[in-house]
Nanobody, 126 residues
Framework: QVDLRESGGGSVQPGGSLTLSCQVS????????MTWFRQVPGQEREGVAA????????FYADSVKGRFISSRNNAERTAYLQMRSLNPADTAMYYC???????????????????WGQGTQVNVSS
């Protein structure tokens, strides 16, 4: 079981930026795929970005492409989600989740993930 510890959420005004972190322990990074999901109450959890710890491939949902950057630091065993040009539609609970390998066509599907962070709230409002 992978242990994931998130940090970095908070409140920001529209147009602002936040960076989320997710530290990994208890598992070899290898080809670990770290994906960021977000969820608004009453809605399904949405995969927004992913990064492969092994080869660095990155994936993004259309809703965040060009605004969010997913990255990883293998030495720190940490994945990051840099969020820029935030707008109220980005308000959600954000979760990091891990699985082996980032498949190009299904990285965003929740059913393939069995290790989850505790979640961190992001609020975007004026």
């Amino acid at each position: 079981q992978v242990d994931l510890r998130e940090s970095g959420g908070g409140s920001v005004q529209p147009g602002g930026s936040l960076t989320l972190s997710c530290q990994v322990s208890g598992y070899s990074l290898g080809s670990l795929c770290m994906t960021w999901f977000r969820q608004v109450p009453g809605q399904e959890r949405e995969g927004v970005a992913a990064v492969d710890f092994g080869d660095g491939r990155k994936f993004y949902a259309d809703s965040v492409k060009g605004r969010f950057i997913s990255s990883r630091n293998n030495a720190e065993r940490t994945a990051y989600l840099q969020m820029r040009s935030l707008n109220p539609a980005d308000t959600a609970m954000y979760y990091c989740a891990a699985r082996q390998f980032c498949p190009a066509t299904s990285w965003h599907l929740i059913e393939y993930y069995d290790s989850w962070g505790q979640g961190t709230q992001v609020n975007v409002s004026s």
